[in-house]
């Protein structure tokens, strides 16, 4: 059974070439310091209900548009 993206999961993912470890949290718990990113950000929205090896698009706040893929979810 794969692995799907929900609040409380620690995701790693590939963006640009890079791997950023995040954990999508609710809003009031938010803390990019320490990796911790609300699932209404561009990139938490995004990643709810995603599974392992699966890419999504992300439009970011600039416009900009980043390809994100998961790695794995924990």
Known sequence: MPKIV???????????GRKEEYVLV???????LSGKISIESPIGSCLLGQCENSTVEVKLPDERKVKCKVIKVR
């Open 6 to 16: 929900t609040v409380g999961s620690k995701v790693i993912l590939q963006i640009e």
């Open 26 to 32: 609710y809003p009031e718990e938010t803390d990019p």
